[in-house]
């Protein structure tokens, strides 16, 4: 088994309190609901995982499982899983529960790849190392895609058409474009169903020829109806093309097992107008890896040591100049990094943050996760859209975020990443008692971009955040979208913004309260009973379209730096000043929130803090937590 962060485990919990194994006989004419163990040191795929003893082994063996609602996987903790959890669903009353068994580390799932081997690295030039080069070799045909058609989507004033004409070589797909949008999805080729196997490698050849050059973008496998989760996704291809006819390959390896896929390619953006693009599909295979955990995806951050160093991503390999920048070459799957000696003499771990979900729990509904550590993913740790009845419960989240999301007409490219995310049609679904830190973007958020946007009854309480760009984002639109009963009551976030990503970014948000454009119909935001301490930025930002503000009260503000809001785009500096010009906080206090010693990971509020006493009932306000061991 590779080794791992040193140290990691000292950042979570020394031991998980676990539940009893045992639940009450099912009532007559109930399906008995079942635990299953999971050990990833003595476990084994090919047991029935129904006691500790015949634990299985694997996240894939699990992900595969038949779980009815009723059921609990249990993770030994102290155990190590790689990759993504994808959750089944239960039903009222029955949800699904993930959670753990034994004494030790909260169980830890891992969303990052390592290279921890001296021969994980090889030289390439001055002061540059990266890691293996992939190769492929083409197994069996999945799809003939010769006679296949095609078809298109358009919006946003994109305008193409789409024609097929037969060739010998097989079906030629022509799309003559007069307008291309100015986003990626206003123009979508959609071609036939692929049925999709989990962690198998694919490879798409094809070939294509363009009136006008252009980089071919990548191709990937998403469901056919919503929510459009993404099953794989592939490179753009290597070269421009040109007017010549060129045979192109390009390899996707699927995450998530599924009957609705179906081949997809955004074109939006990025086909120029007046231009005529000809694509000739051929065929699709299993292809098979000469790397057994390939980097198939973008690497969103390195993380060295555990977090003591974290890469400074960079976008080609002429930028890089300084020690731990890397670029990741998505076409050879390679990281390129800026070292003056070998990666592994200097670093015990090295950790690759791939763009995946941790937590992939996209239709997921009625689920239960309690005690886990989800760590080092590059995407979201928990994401995925229409979600609901979910309980996230008493888990760590931290190196969370930075994958590449897109590029912006301008040529900058945006990265991204919340620890949990509930995206688009979430309602009634729980985040309480959990820790998290270090993440690319939000520790916590709910958004949605659509008219079926439905954001209702969602609850994050008594949780501790530290050390994230944003503590709290939200945000819903369009007009047409809902927003009702959003709460964010009794955490404790600190030092939002001074976090491995702030320097990186080209937006430097560093807020406990981030409000970007919201034109959905509002009601029941609130905001109350938290501690919020140190920003690098400002405590609150609000951008256009809140019509009905968040009631925010009764909360403790602190910070050294920065300033107190960006209210619509004018900065409110002073405590006074802010609550004068916005009407918010109307009983809330400004005033140091006395920890007892945050250098040593205690947050818990000593006696005379003014804390203690800002409920309208004369209690506490925040998480009041002892974080028993240092974060980094």
């Known amino acids: 088994m590779n080794r791992i962060l040193p140290g990691l485990c000292t950042w979570l919990l020394a031991c998980c309190v676990c539940a009893g194994w045992c639940r009450a006989p099912a009532a007559a004419g109930e399906a008995t609901a079942r635990t299953f163990f999971v050990d990833a040191t003595a476990g084994q795929d090919s047991y029935d995982g129904h ?43 029955q949800p699904v529960t993930y959670t753990s068994f034994g004494a030790g580390a909260k169980p830890l799932i891992l969303g990052s790849r390592p290279r921890n081997r001296a021969d994980d690295w090889v030289q390439v030039g001055h002061n540059l190392w990266a890691t293996q080069p992939m190769e492929y070799q083409l197994g069996r045909q999945v799809l003939d895609l010769r006679d296949s058609t095609w078809h298109h989507h358009q919006e946003g004033g994109a305008a193409v058409e789409l024609r097929h004409s037969d060739d010998p070589g097989g079906r030629i797909v022509r799309i003559a474009c007069t307008a291309s949008g100015t986003a990626a999805n206003h123009v979508q080729l959609w071609g036939p169903s ?42 753009a291809a290597q070269r421009a093309l040109t007017a010549d006819w060129e045979t192109c390959q390009l390899t996707m390896t699927v995450s998530e097992s599924s009957e609705s896929g179906r081949l997809h390619i955004y074109l939006g953006n990025l086909l120029p107008a007046g231009t005529t693009l000809e694509f000739q ?179 994050y309480r008594h949780n501790f955040i530290r050390n994230c760009e944003y503590s709290f984002e939200y945000w819903n639109r369009p007009a047409e979208a809902v927003t009702e009963n959003i709460r964010f009551f009794n955490n404790t976030c600190v030092d939002a913004g001074r976090c491995w990503a702030h320097a990186q970014r080209p937006d430097k948000n560093g807020s406990h309260l981030m409000f970007y454009s919201n034109t959905a119909a509002t009601q029941g935001i609130e905001i109350k009973y938290n501690v919020f301490a140190g920003v690098t930025d400002w405590g609150s930002r609000y951008s256009s379209g809140w019509k009905v503000l968040p009631d925010i009260d009764y909360n403790l503000w602190f910070s050294t730096t920065g300033v107190m809001a960006n209210w619509f785009q004018e900065m409110l500096d002073g405590y006074d000043e802010y609550r004068q010009t916005t009407g918010l906080d109307a009983h809330s206090v400004f005033a140091d929130p006395q920890f007892i010693d945050p250098a040593q990971g205690d947050y818990r509020l000593a006696p005379s803090s003014p804390a203690r006493t800002l409920r309208p009932d004369g209690g506490p306000v925040g998480a009041d937590v002892l974080w028993d061991l240092e974060m980094k």
């Not at 989990?198 to 050059?213: D, E, G, K, Q, W």
């Not at 060295?304 to 799957?333: I, M, N, T």
């Not at 969370?400 to 897109?406: E, K, L, R, S």
């Not at 690319?440 to 439905?454: F, I, K, V």
């Open 194 to 235: 692929v049925p999709v196997e989990r962690n198998v490698c694919l490879m798409l050849t094809f070939r294509a020829r363009s009136t006008t050059p252009f980089a071919f973008p990548g191709v990937a496998v998403l469901r056919g109806s919503a929510p459009y989760t993404r099953f794989a996704q592939s490179p």
């Open 51 to 93: 006691s500790p003893e015949h634990a299985w082994r694997s996240l894939d063996r699990v992900n595969a499982a038949d779980l009815q609602p009723g059921d609990t996987v249990r993770f030994q903790c102290g155990g190590v899983w790689r990759g993504s959890l994808v959750p089944a669903s239960g039903d009222e009353g």
């Open 281 to 459: 599909p051929v065929s699709l295979h299993v292809a098979t890896p000469s790397i057994a955990d390939p980097l198939d995806v973008d690497v969103g951050n390195i993380i060295f040591d555990g977090g003591a160093v974290c890469g400074w991503k960079k976008w080609s390999l002429d930028e890089l100049s300084h020690p731990y920048e890397y670029y990741y070459d998505r076409p050879s799957q390679r990281v390129y990094l800026y070292s003056d000696v070998a990666p592994t003499t200097r670093h015990q771990s090295i950790e690759l943050a791939l763009a995946r979900h941790v937590i992939h729990q996209s239709g997921a509904h009625h689920v239960v996760y309690d005690g886990l550590a989800v760590m080092n993913g590059a995407a979201h740790g928990f994401g995925g859209g229409a979600t609901h009845h979910i309980v996230i419960r008493n888990c760590d989240l931290g190196y969370i975020g930075g994958a590449h999301q897109h590029t912006r007409p301008d040529g900058v490219p945006v990265r991204y990443g919340n620890a949990i995310e509930f995206w688009g049609a979430a309602h009634d679904n729980l985040v309480e008692g959990c820790r998290i830190w270090e993440v690319y973007d939000a520790a916590l958020t709910n958004q949605g971009n659509g008219p079926d946007s439905r954001q209702i009854n969602i609850t």
